[in-house]
């Protein structure tokens, strides 16, 4: 992989991947601090994510794109990079760089999504709002 194409704040991210890949692998709670841990560091290195986004309809402004859960929640979609943003569902969706810090805070501040589901189509995880607090290093 040629490292030049990637953009500066999702080079390092494939840490993130391979956090995430040993979560799935072993569901422990000290696997789990691990992955928190790796995402905190990438935050605080200035990482970003690609955030989906729904074209603007009439006046709106952009809307995240949210993924439904079968229990009815909404969880905003980030992506670790292009690569996992593209094995989805096969429709080219219009994205932004953001800082992982802002798309966090952001999503606490956002009353209808229950959290982010980092990469949904493949190495997957799905931080709530506590896992979110706990990572920014926040009370939950």
Not at 117 to 140: F, S
């Amino acid at each position: 992989m040629d490292n030049n194409k990637i953009d500066e704040g999702l080079q390092g991210n494939e840490k993130i991947e391979t956090a995430i890949a040993a979560l799935q692998q072993e569901a422990s709670e000290e696997m789990l601090a691990h992955t928190l841990t790796v995402i905190r560091r990438r935050m605080k290195e200035g990482g970003q994510f690609i955030i989906a986004v729904e074209p603007p309809t009439g006046g709106n402004q952009m809307q995240i794109q949210a993924v439904q859960t079968p229990d009815g929640n909404s969880w905003w979609a980030a992506f670790t990079s292009f690569e996992e943003e593209l094995k989805g569902s096969g429709s080219v969706m219009s994205t932004f760089l953001t800082g992982i810090e802002q798309a966090f805070r952001a999503v606490l501040a956002a009353e209808e999504a229950k959290g982010i589901i980092v990469n949904p189509w493949n190495r997957t995880i799905m931080l709530d709002k506590n896992l979110i607090r706990i990572i920014l290093g926040e009370p939950a």
